[in-house]
């Protein structure tokens, strides 16, 4: 028997807990989500980090601060795009029986 292996990334694994075909959020949970941002003192920070980058000057330990707030903005963006279509689908319409 052929053992199937399921690809294990960041993005992947997310792809399959959130399903993006499945309703997740109640509305208010997808407003809430709406609102998800870096504090200003990180936004700086990653400014600095972009910077230090363009000119090649990154330590090591710099490029993996990059890193964990690239995971965390694609997080944040994956959970606003299903907080979006939750919220464009209008409310759920009741069982038919």
């Known amino acids: 028997m052929r053992e199937f292996t399921l690809?294990?990334?960041d993005a992947q694994l997310?792809?399959?807990?959130?399903e993006p075909g499945k309703p997740?959020?109640?509305p208010a949970a997808a407003e809430s989500i709406l609102q998800l941002q870096?504090?200003?003192?990180?936004?700086?920070r990653m400014?600095?980090?972009a910077e230090r980058a363009r000119a090649g000057t990154l330590t090591?330990?710099?490029?993996?601060e990059i890193g964990a707030y690239d995971r965390v903005g694609s997080l944040i963006a994956i959970l606003q795009s299903k907080a979006r279509k939750t919220l464009s689908a209008g409310?759920?319409?009741p069982?038919?029986?």
Do not use: I, M, W
């Open 38 to 44: 870096f504090p200003k003192e990180d936004q700086t």
């Open 24 to 26: 997740l959020l109640s």
């Open 7 to 9: 690809p294990n990334d």
């Open 47 to 49: 400014k600095r980090l």
């Open 91 to 93: 409310p759920a319409k």
């Open 60 to 64: 090591a330990g710099e490029a993996n």
């Open 95 to 97: 069982a038919k029986t």
């Open 14 to 18: 997310l792809q399959r807990v959130l």
